[in-house]
């Protein structure tokens, strides 16, 4: 079904799947060295290899306390399936628990272990790596990214004690599609979902028939193929939202304790769970009026678009917010979770610059 979407992986894969963006943050950039300190424990060195200090947002990146891809883990030159969270972020108002500031030459470091969000339990030769873009932070607010990547790490992990460590995240009952105790978080979230349901089918149709100018200022192609895969995507996160389908289970609130300031949402890719974080209802209006602003619909179109249950293989979080979104290669785009709430929003006001 998803077949075209299947070839695009490959290809992805095929051509390094994790490779830098478009550097817009010119002398800006950090190095990542990973090093194996037990059996899957790892320990990251990040080096500001740049000519200016800088600070960005350290969640979804090392020193993260919750369980983030911080490595991407390879076993025979496939990705063994992260079982852990992807959080999505605000942009403005950013406080500084969410914030690492790192002058010239300095490093950071941060120790993890992989089994606690990765099946290890078979054991044997493993390659972990990690590149993308952070976002850079000034006042609080997102005005551009530093792309980081690392060294190839080989490693060798023993099953039986990879099989020892406690999974990050629990397993929790399933119970009804959008699961919420709070009547009016409940009746805040069904109503979203119903203008990220238009939204995403509104978008679909602009992938298909839209202005390719429109298309391409966003997924850096025309190309009919890769117009098909993003309506595809799209049509399946507007059915979703919709509740004609249910593969993800949607809770209203923060269900596995993953929500801090700055913390809009999250999801769980390998559960198909996304959780909502108190700063959705407060700090996020239902519909943004001004272009590329986040809002409830669009962050809950960027969450269901990193389900795999959604539509195969889930999105990643190459790039956050617009000029780091618009920055990726075609490629990466469209394995990008931010493009799709982007475009979403901004093909809808086309007299947007
Ligand atoms: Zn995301």
Redesign the pocket.
Known sequence: MHLISFFLAVLVFAQHAWSLPAEIGRESALDVTLSQIGNTRIKAVVKNIGQEEVTFVHLNFFRDSAPVKKVVVYQNNAEVTFEGI?R?IKLQGLTANALTTLGVGKTIEDVFDIAATTDLSHGGSLMLHSSGSVPLVRDGVVFGHVPYRSNRLKIEVNADKASQIVKAIPTLERRTRVTCDNTTLKQQLTDALRETSSLAAAAANAARNGSADKFMEYFKTANDSVRAVVAARLDAVAREANSTTSATTYYCSDEYGYCESNVLAYTIPARNAIANCGIYYSYLPELSRSCHYQDRATTSL?EFT?APGVYSPGTE?LGYGYAASTALQSREAVMN?DTYALYANGKMRPSFP
């Open positions: 992807k999505r960027h990193h979080d979770a």
